[in-house]
């Protein structure tokens, strides 16, 4: 077993270990000490309060570092295909771990942060990455995929206002969806035309045949089942930021309207 193997196993197990350690003991601590409101909520909340601290770290770190891979690993971005994805396999090692752990969270907890969306994503995503991990194909591809982790934290942040009662139209709450809106759009979405551009204009190469048909097929659908959740996702966040923007104009013609019958 070389130096490289050990080192991708090696993450993959830490990453499992650590957030499940975050999840069970470090997250209560902690939220307990930066946010007040934490101590007040009830068991299912505080449950999925950690469940979403736990997924901020994780997109945190894979996604800072996988855009550092993005901009900077010269092996897979000469090579997406086929490029030596050491890095690239360290980093989906790390979200394996994740995903692993918190699977098992959302099925020991299911009927409070049961998902099924959740499990489809989370398998799909394992499915697709043990690919990269056992063959060493598609590195550049894998880790393009795990930038979609960029948008998690300002999601999850929409849901800490929610479950601490912050104001919808608070400076903060509203600074947030935007930012969460704006940068879904960009990684998930925004995303989806140059990537199938990209898959179409290497199909029938020679790189793209050594894959071989099962994981041509696997690259291909695995993308699909995880691009039509995130346009899923995206309409939903449109449909809330459309409503909140409403509900900020009807507070403005309402306030404008008592100014002007007090003038």
């Given at each position: 077993?070389d130096?490289n193997?050990i080192?991708?196993?090696?993450?993959?197990?830490?990453s499992?270990f650590?957030?499940?350690?975050?999840?069970?003991?470090?997250s209560?601590?902690?939220?307990?000490k930066?946010s007040?409101?934490?101590?007040?909520?009830?068991?299912?909340?505080?449950?999925?309060?950690?469940?979403?601290?736990?997924?901020?770290?994780?997109?945190?770190?894979?996604?800072?570092?996988?855009?550092?891979?993005?901009?900077f690993?010269?092996?897979?971005?000469?090579?997406?295909?086929?490029?030596?994805?050491?890095l690239?396999?360290?980093?989906?090692?790390?979200?394996?771990?994740?995903?692993?752990?918190d699977l098992?969270?959302?099925?020991?907890?299911w009927?409070v942060?049961?998902?099924?969306?959740?499990?489809i994503?989370?398998?799909?995503?394992?499915?697709?990455?043990?690919?990269?991990?056992?063959?060493g194909?598609?590195?550049?591809?894998?880790?393009?995929?795990?930038?979609?982790?960029?948008?998690?934290?300002?999601?999850?942040?929409?849901?800490?206002?929610?479950a601490l009662?912050?104001?919808?139209?608070?400076?903060a709450?509203?600074?947030?969806?935007?930012?969460?809106?704006?940068?879904?759009?960009?990684?998930?979405?925004?995303?989806i035309?140059?990537?199938?551009?990209?898959?179409?204009?290497?199909?029938g190469?020679?790189?793209?045949?050594?894959l071989?048909?099962?994981?041509?097929?696997?690259?291909?659908?695995?993308c699909?089942?995880?691009?039509?959740?995130?346009?899923?996702?995206?309409?939903?966040?449109?449909?809330g930021?459309i409503?909140?923007?409403?509900?900020?104009?009807?507070?403005?013609?309402?306030?404008?309207?008592?100014?002007?019958?007090?003038?």
């Amino acid at each position: 077993m070389d130096t490289n193997t050990i080192l991708v196993i090696s993450a993959g197990f830490t990453s499992f270990f650590t957030f499940q350690l975050l999840f069970h003991f470090v997250s209560y601590w902690f939220s307990a000490k930066v946010s007040p409101g934490f101590n007040n909520l009830n068991f299912e909340k505080k449950i999925e309060w950690n469940s979403r601290v736990v997924s901020t770290c994780h997109s945190l770190v894979v996604g800072v570092f996988g855009l550092y891979i993005f901009l900077f690993d010269e092996a897979t971005i000469a090579d997406p295909l086929w490029g030596d994805p050491s890095l690239v396999k360290v980093n989906i090692a790390i979200a394996s771990g994740y995903l692993i752990s918190d699977l098992l969270i959302l099925i020991w907890y299911w009927k409070v942060i049961g998902d099924k969306y959740f499990i489809i994503h989370h398998c799909t995503a394992l499915y697709a990455y043990y690919f990269v991990l056992r063959d060493g194909v598609l590195g550049y591809i894998g880790n393009f995929r795990l930038l979609a982790e960029l948008s998690s934290p300002f999601v999850n942040q929409r849901w800490f206002f929610e479950a601490l009662k912050y104001p919808k139209f608070s400076k903060a709450n509203v600074i947030n969806g935007i930012l969460m809106t704006v940068v879904f759009f960009i990684v998930r979405i925004a995303s989806i035309p140059p990537f199938y551009g990209y898959i179409y204009s290497v199909l029938g190469t020679e790189a793209y045949l050594r894959l071989g048909f099962l994981i041509q097929c696997s690259w291909i659908s695995t993308c699909v089942v995880l691009d039509v959740m995130n346009v899923m996702w995206m309409i939903k966040i449109s449909k809330g930021c459309i409503k909140v923007v409403s509900l900020i104009r009807q507070e403005k013609a309402k306030k404008s309207l008592q100014n002007g019958k007090l003038d």
